[in-house]
């Protein structure tokens, strides 16, 4: 069954469980208008004490006696609400039928369970004409809902849809509407007219959880991606100040960052510049983007923020990358980089400061050495094995330098400029 059906005919009964129930203090101070019952208080304890340890069997059958004993209809509701919730429908239906005349005070509570266990025993037709005797004295939005879900039973969902709908322009709760646009989308194939219901009552009532997750859902069965980023956009931005909600917003934050790779990194990184949800993550965008500039500023922050090592390194990097003049800076990218590794035996950054350091003739020995260090991490790095040939082609060992660059070739091809450089000249160099 869809996940949109199912939630419609529990809505009623979740009210009556939770929406109706009396404090329990008031169990024990009524101003009797029924019969005296001598160990009625007594009874009353031994009901509580059952309804908290979890027994709604014995916790019923006492209220039941208690309604036996002294025809109090607050009795027969407590019994009828446990009785439900333990699926005893047909014994609510024999018990409240055979005590119609006793049922005053607590008429509408006690008519809704009834007609419920009416419905949960199919007997829909039965409810309605209940219902629609209720309705004339209780004419309120709860037993409407009651009405509509009816109507649903029947299969006669325009009629659904109305009650539905008259009952949301009086309430305007969630709850309603979500009923209204289930009907809607699922039964009727309204689905652009329900999608426009939820989004007016977003534009007007904000985002709660229930509304915005509907929403989402149908925009996902619609395959929209504007719509998806644009309800968790808003479902983020609502939510990211609540500490309640730290665990939603994690949730949402992940799957709408999912969303937006999917359609534009550049959505992503607008997203992420405006909000300031993750800087961390920004950063990697920046550097999928190849916005090296903007990842440079930023690293720089998040160093000075931390003072975080591995960020030490991505700004040596990166300040490497950016300089128009790079031989200018090598002094300042090398120093980082000796700081990094002189705490961290990292191989990615062995290999960057083992390459400049053979590239720009620096130091070629010790360069070679912190290529070696980082193979022996990653032996099969193509990236490593490149500085390692071009280290030894700088050493004159132009044998093993084409070895190690065979395998690069081989692997990677000569589309990069680098590669066939090096393979050029190591080719010469072997001759």
């Not at 329900?194 to 395959?223: M, P, R, T, W």
């Amino acid at each position: 069954m869809s996940s949109y059906k199912r939630a419609l005919v529990l809505l009623p009964i979740i009210f009556i469980f939770f929406g109706c129930v009396p404090q329990t203090s008031n169990l024990v101070k009524y101003d009797y208008k029924y019969k005296a019952y001598e160990n009625e208080n007594e009874l009353i304890l031994h009901a509580l004490e059952y309804m908290k340890q979890g027994n709604r069997q014995k916790a019923s059958i006492l209220f039941l006696n208690l309604f036996n004993k002294t025809l109090n209809d607050e009795y027969l509701f407590e019994y009828s609400r446990l009785a439900f919730s333990i699926k005893n429908y047909q014994d609510i239906i024999t018990i409240v039928e055979a005590n119609k005349e006793h049922i005053k005070k607590n008429e509408d509570k006690v008519s809704k369970i009834y007609i419920l266990s009416l419905m949960q025993t199919k007997q829909v037709d039965k409810a309605k004409v209940v219902l629609d005797d209720l309705l004339k004295r209780y004419d309120t939005d709860s037993n409407k809902e009651l009405l509509a879900n009816i109507y649903l039973l029947k299969k006669d969902y325009e009629k659904a849809k109305d009650v539905f709908e008259e009952v949301y322009e009086s309430t305007l709760t969630s709850n309603t509407l979500l009923n209204l646009v289930d009907v809607m989308y699922t039964y009727l194939n309204e689905k652009e007219d329900a999608i426009n219901y939820l989004e007016s009552h977003l534009k007007v009532y904000g985002c709660d959880n229930l509304v915005c997750s509907k929403l989402l859902g149908f925009y996902q069965e619609q395959k929209d991606i504007n719509g998806v980023i644009s309800v968790l956009k808003r479902t983020y931005i609502s939510f990211k100040e609540d500490d309640k909600n730290k665990y939603t917003v994690d949730k949402v934050y992940k799957l709408l960052m999912y969303y937006l790779e999917k359609k534009d990194i550049n959505e992503a990184i607008a997203f992420l510049e405006e909000t300031k949800a993750n800087d961390e993550k920004l950063l990697a965008l920046y550097q999928n983007a190849r916005m090296s500039n903007k990842a440079y500023e930023l690293v720089q922050k998040l160093y000075k923020r931390t003072g975080n090592l591995d960020y030490l390194a991505q700004v040596a990097m990166l300040e490497f990358e950016v300089a128009k003049d790079r031989e200018k800076v090598l002094k300042s990218v090398i120093k980082k980089f000796e700081d990094v590794l002189a705490v961290l035996d990292n191989h990615i950054y062995q290999n960057y400061l083992g390459y400049i350091l053979i590239d720009y003739d620096i130091d070629v020995k010790k360069g070679l050495k912190l290529v070696e260090k980082a193979l022996e991490k990653a032996p099969n790095n193509l990236a490593y094995i490149d500085s390692l040939a071009w280290g030894q082609y700088k050493l004159k060992d132009c044998k093993n330098a084409k070895i190690n660059m065979q395998k690069v070739v081989d692997s990677a091809g000569l589309n990069d400029d680098e590669i066939r450089t090096h393979w050029e000249k190591i080719k010469e160099c072997s001759k």
